[in-house]
């Protein structure tokens, strides 16, 4: 196992990295709408939380030698259901068919007050 990490991405917030190489697959910590350089929460609505969380998932996948076109499986963990279908328009401008297995579901809350968080796992391709 091999860790993953990249400045291009915020820094994980516990004993965890944000991501892993192993047996050819990334596996990607969630991430979320946080900026790499000031650590700061970004955006004002949620698809501004999205576009970043994206960003920051493509950061992570990149430095594995991976990409937003290698993801086979995602999970979305939302804190407002009824934002779903702004976090799908946003999630899909990154990600191109056959998109990839995915998983939705609704929390209660996440580790920073946040609307959204995405973990992938994707294909190694470098």
Do not use: C, W
């Amino acid at each position: 196992m091999e860790e993953v990490s990249t400045d291009e991405a915020p820094p994980s917030i516990g004993p965890f990295s944000q991501g892993v190489i192993d047996d050819g697959q990334v596996f990607v910590s969630g991430q979320g709408p946080i900026d790499p350089d000031s650590g700061e929460i970004v955006g004002d609505d949620i698809r501004e939380e999205t576009h970043q969380t994206m960003q920051n998932v493509g950061a992570v996948l990149e430095a594995a030698g991976s990409s937003l076109d290698d993801v086979v499986k995602a999970q979305v963990f939302v804190r407002d259901m009824d934002n779903y279908d702004e976090i799908n328009d946003v999630y899909a401008e990154y990600l191109s068919e056959p998109y990839p297995a995915r998983s939705a579901m609704q929390v209660e809350r996440l580790p920073v007050e946040i609307g959204v968080e995405i973990e992938v796992i994707g294909r190694v391709t470098e």
